[in-house]
C-alpha cells in the first residue's frame, strides 16, 4: 500500500475539468511540499508540478496544483486526448526520511 | 539540453548484484543530486535513495538498506546504482532522475529513459 493515496482511476471528456486528489498525513504533505509527475505508457515520468503549485516551463497553464492541509490537487481543464496517463504525487515524509509516492491515478480521456 | 542516459536492460539471477549507470549531460553535474527510482511491473512508483554529487552523502529508502550503494564519478558526469542480493521482486525498471533541491524541498526535473532489470532463476 503506497503512503499517500490517490484514486485508481478518473476520467472525462475532452475540454473538461477534471481532479486528481492525493491525501497524505502530518508527516509528508502536512509538512511537506507536493510534486506530481505525469507518465505516458512505457515511458520516463515527467515533472508536471512542483512546490505544490509550480509550473516548471513548457507545462501548459491548463495543470494546476493546490494542497490543503494533508491533503493535495492535480486540475487539469480543457482536457485533451494526450492528458491521458498515470498521475503520481509524491512528498518527502519525515518520519520515513525518504521520498513516498502516491500510487497513481490512471486518467482516461473518454 | 539536459539528458540523462541509463545503461542498458539487464537480465540476472537470484542473489547476483546488479548495476545501473546514468550519464548526465547538458548542466553542471556537481550542482544537482541524483536520485534513483523504480517501478515493479504494473506498479506505482517507489523512491529508492538519493545522493549529493557534490558531497557524496547519500540516502536510501529504509527497505533497501544494506544491499543498496550509490555512487558518482565527477569526471565523467555518471551516477551509478548497485543493487545486491537480487531477489524475483527486484524486477523492475530502474529510472535515475536528476534531484532540484530549494528551501524546502526537492522534485526530480529530468528523468533517464529507464532501465529494465529482470531478476530470473
Known amino acids: 500500500q503506497s503512503v499517500l493515496t490517490q484514486p485508481p482511476s478518473a476520467s472525462g471528456t475532452p475540454g473538461q475539468r477534471v481532479s486528481i486528489s492525493c491525501s497524505g498525513s502530518s508527516s509528508n504533505i502536512g509538512s511537506n511540499p507536493i510534486n506530481w509527475y505525469l507518465q505516458l505508457p512505457g515511458t520516463a515520468p515527467k515533472l508536471l508540478i512542483y512546490?505544490?503549485?509550480q509550473r516548471p516551463s513548457g507545462v501548459p497553464g491548463r495543470f494546476s496544483g493546490s494542497k490543503s492541509g494533508t491533503s493535495a490537487s492535480l486540475a487539469i481543464s480543457g482536457l485533451q486526448s494526450e492528458d491521458e496517463a498515470d498521475y503520481y504525487c509524491a512528498a518527502w515524509d519525515d518520519s520515513l526520511n525518504g521520498w513516498v509516492f502516491g500510487g497513481g491515478t490512471k486518467l482516461t480521456v473518454l | 539540453q539536459v539528458q540523462l542516459v541509463q545503461s542498458g536492460a539487464e537480465v540476472t539471477k537470484p542473489g547476483a548484484s546488479v548495476m545501473v549507470s546514468c550519464k548526465a549531460s547538458g548542466y553542471m553535474f556537481n550542482n544537482y543530486g541524483v536520485t534513483w527510482v523504480r517501478q515493479a511491473p504494473g506498479q506505482g512508483l517507489e523512491w529508492m535513495g538519493w545522493?549529493?554529487?557534490?558531497?557524496?552523502?547519500?540516502n536510501s529508502a529504509q527497505k533497501l538498506q544494506g544491499r543498496f550503494t550509490m555512487t558518482t564519478d565527477i569526471s565523467t558526469s555518471t551516477a551509478s546504482m548497485e543493487l545486491r542480493s537480487l531477489r524475483s521482486d527486484d524486477t523492475a525498471v530502474y529510472y535515475c532522475?536528476?534531484?532540484?533541491?530549494?528551501?524546502?524541498?526537492?522534485?526530480?526535473?529530468?528523468w533517464g529513459q529507464g532501465t529494465r532489470v529482470t531478476v530470473s532463476s
Open positions: 532522475a536528476r534531484l532540484r533541491t530549494y528551501g524546502s524541498g526537492s522534485y526530480a526535473d529530468y
Open positions: 545522493i549529493s554529487t557534490y558531497s557524496g552523502n547519500t
Open positions: 512546490s505544490n503549485n
